[in-house]
């Protein structure tokens, strides 16, 4: 009868034996996943941090993108309030000057007029006080003399016949207020069509990088004092003539270049900086290439967007408007995304996370090329980026040689 026993007490220790180990192989599976869990719940995590900050970037761009927007309206609109001030106080003085003309000449006729009513009186008093006298000798003397009517003043002419009529100028500016109020209806319609309201998109760099653009520098168009290398995709200021031949497109004072690629479409691309001031562009074509007046200078004109980046600040100018940018860090890595149809410019810090620098809203009416402004002892890098181009981008490019 023990045999038994010992044999049920064996197998019950078994038992346990396999339900230990199979709660403990589950708790490991389950601690590993735990682990993989919280693991890609802190991937999360990060990756949502990075978004955060990313989003704030973007929202603070927009803010600065909005109220440039709101100061360069205020300019405008201040300056063309000047202009109808000055339009209004010209009006003004050419209506005093002519009342003053036309006042001084009533007053002189006034003046013949009030003449000749005290000559008229006088003659008529010695009229007739001659015509008491009972000496005929002195009657028929003063009577020749007093007979002959005296000079008259001519008062059929019209004193204000060459002077405005105040019904006519009356109408004439309320005919200037109309069609001021309906052009400015017509130009804020105009505005308000192009202008629709921006999402912020929180754009990855693989996102990016498929509207990837590989450029090169324009030869035509590079100063004198920077020399081109690596298959003319780096740029640097050497201070020193490089001997180009004199060319019509050749920037002739300002240390610029331009791309041969334009870009259209949505296109994207990357670049390295280094030394103490550089400037990230984009211009139309059309720039000014001779001189050195604002007309050729990046970001002086209203051809041209430009982010200048030394090594303790960060701004971004268009026509001669500065807008500065809080800077963190020395940017040295930067990519640059055009939307040219929607009218967005993006400028992008790039390391292990991409950060928004600075984004603009406008309206391109011409194609774009980048272009850039080294300063001495500091260079500029096209990067090859390594994703080639999607199908869309790839169109687009062809596109922007077309439209070349």
């Known amino acids: 009868l023990s045999a038994p026993l010992f044999l049920d007490s064996s197998v019950h220790d078994d038992l346990e034996l396999v339900v230990f180990c199979e709660i403990h192989c589950y708790l490991f599976v389950l601690q590993k996943q735990l682990k993989e869990t919280q693991k890609t719940l802190q991937q999360r995590i990060q990756q949502r941090e990075k978004d955060l900050q990313q989003l704030r970037e973007t929202v603070e761009s927009h803010k600065r993108s909005a109220q440039t927007a709101v100061e360069d309206s205020e300019r405008i609109f201040t300056e063309l309030i000047r202009s109808i001030e000055r339009s209004r106080s010209e009006l003004i003085r050419l209506i005093r000057d002519q009342e003053k003309t036309a006042v001084s000449r009533a007053e002189e006729r006034l003046e013949r007029l009030e003449q000749e009513i005290n000559d008229l009186r006088r003659r008529d008093a010695e009229l007739e006080q001659l015509s008491h006298t009972q000496d005929h000798i002195q009657f028929l003397q003063s009577f020749q003399s007093l007979s002959a009517p005296p000079e008259s003043t001519d008062v059929n002419d019209d004193l204000f016949s060459s002077l405005f009529s105040s019904d006519g100028l009356r109408e004439s500016v309320h005919q200037l207020r109309d069609k001021l109020e309906d052009f400015c209806k017509e130009q804020l319609k105009k505005i308000s069509d192009r202008v629709t309201l921006t999402n912020i998109v929180l754009w990855t760099r693989n996102d990016l990088l498929q509207y990837s653009h590989q450029l090169t520098l324009d030869l035509n168009t590079v100063n004198k004092n920077l020399l081109l290398s690596d298959n003319n995709r780096l740029i640097t200021n050497t201070g020193t003539d490089q001997q180009y031949p004199d060319h019509p497109d050749r920037f002739d004072e300002y240390y610029q270049v331009l791309c041969r690629e334009s870009v259209c479409g949505r296109c994207y691309w990357e670049l390295l900086c280094s ?130």
């Open 275 to 404: 030394g103490d001031y550089v400037s990230i562009s984009v211009s139309y074509k059309s720039i000014s290439r001779k001189g050195d007046g604002d007309e050729c200078f990046f970001g002086s004109n209203d051809q041209s967007w430009s982010l200048f980046c030394s090594r303790s600040s960060c701004s971004f100018r268009h026509n001669n408007i500065e807008t500065r940018l809080p800077m963190k860090y020395i940017i040295r890595r930067i990519g640059v995304f055009v939307d040219h149809s929607a009218g967005t410019l993006s400028f992008y810090s790039v390391s292990d996370t991409m950060s928004l620098i600075h984004t603009v809203q406008t309206t391109f009416t011409q194609t774009l090329y980048p272009g850039f402004w080294v300063d001495n002892k500091s260079s500029v890098k096209l990067l090859m980026n390594q994703n080639r181009l999607t199908r869309d981008s790839t169109h687009n490019a062809l596109s922007c040689t077309m439209n070349q």
